[in-house]
T-cell receptor
Framework: AQSVAQPEDQVNVAEGNPLTVKCTYS??????LFWYVQYPNRGLQFLLK??????LVKGSYGFEAEFNKSQTSFHLKKPSALVSDSALYFC???????????????FGKGTHLIIQP | NAGVTQTPKFRVLKTGQSMTLLCAQD?????MYWYRQDPGMGLRLIHY???????AKGEVPDGYNVSRLKKQNFLLGLESAAPSQTSVYFC?????????????FGPGTRLTVL
C-alpha cells in the first residue's frame, strides 16, 4: 500500500518570506511524486514532478521541491512568497511497484497555504 | 484549447434521483479520471479509463458508473443518489499513465444530495 502525509493542515507565511509545505510518503519501489495547487473554486493545476534524477525539482510559478529518499520526503518550497500563492496544495505519489494501471496515484489531504501581506 | 470541461457546474439532487456528469477534453488524451473531493480527505479516484471503450474501478467506485464511448468524453453516472455522494467531482485527463504524466483537471462539479 502507498500513502502520503501532509502533516500541516495550514501554513501561514508573511509575504516575501520563504515557504515550505511538507510532504512525506510511503511506497513500494521507487516513488513518482507530484505537487498540485488548487485555487478557490478551481480544479487542480500541476506544479512539478519528480520521476528520477536531480533531487531538486523546479516547477511553475517559482516553486521547487526537494526529494529526500532517506527521509521519504518531498517538501515544496519557494524562496519568496507572494500573496497570490495562497491556495490549497496537494502532494501525490505512486510507487514503481504499484502495477501498470492508471490507478494508484495517491493524493494527500492537502495543505492550505496562507500568505499574509 | 478549452482543456478539460465539466457540465454541469452545480447540481442539487434529491435522494434516489439519477444524473450524469459530463467531462470533455480536447487534448487527445488517452487517460481520463473521475475523482471526488471531500473536506479533509484529499482526492479519491472513483473510476478511470485508459482509452476509448475501456473503464476501470478506482478507490471508491460504489454507487457510480462510467462510460467512455468517445475518446474525448468521459461520463459519470449516479443511478440512485445518496447524501453520502454530496461532494465536489473533478474530471481529469492525461496523455499517458499517471506516474509519468501530469493530469489536467476540469473546474469541478459541486453536487448536493438532499
Amino acid at each position: 500500500a502507498q500513502s502520503v502525509a501532509q502533516p500541516e493542515d495550514q501554513v501561514n507565511v508573511a509575504e516575501g518570506n520563504p515557504l515550505t509545505v511538507k510532504c512525506t510518503y510511503s511506497v513500494s519501489g521507487n516513488p513518482y511524486l507530484f505537487w498540485y495547487v488548487q485555487y478557490p473554486n478551481r480544479g487542480l493545476q500541476f506544479l512539478l514532478k519528480y520521476i528520477t534524477g536531480d533531487n531538486l525539482v523546479k516547477g511553475s510559478y517559482g516553486f521547487e521541491a526537494e526529494f529526500n529518499k532517506s527521509q521519504t520526503s518531498f517538501h515544496l518550497k519557494k524562496p519568496s512568497a507572494l500573496v497570490s500563492d495562497s491556495a490549497l496544495y496537494f502532494c501525490a505519489v505512486r510507487g514503481s511497484y504499484s502495477g501498470g494501471g492508471a490507478d494508484g496515484l495517491t493524493f494527500g489531504k492537502g495543505t492550505h497555504l496562507i500568505i499574509q501581506p | 484549447n478549452a482543456g478539460v470541461t465539466q457540465t454541469p457546474k452545480f447540481r442539487v439532487l434529491k435522494t434516489g434521483q439519477s444524473m450524469t456528469l459530463l467531462c470533455a477534453q480536447d487534448m487527445n488524451h488517452e487517460y481520463m479520471y473521475w475523482y471526488r473531493q471531500d473536506p479533509g480527505m484529499g482526492l479519491r479516484l472513483i473510476h478511470y479509463s485508459v482509452g476509448e471503450g475501456t473503464t476501470a474501478k478506482g478507490e471508491v467506485p460504489d454507487g457510480y458508473n462510467v462510460s467512455r464511448l468517445k475518446k474525448q468524453n468521459f461520463l459519470l453516472g449516479l443511478e440512485s443518489a445518496a447524501p453520502s455522494q454530496t461532494s465536489v467531482y473533478f474530471c481529469a485527463s492525461s496523455y499517458g499513465t499517471p506516474d509519468y504524466n501530469e493530469q489536467f483537471f476540469g473546474p469541478g462539479t459541486r453536487l448536493t444530495v438532499l
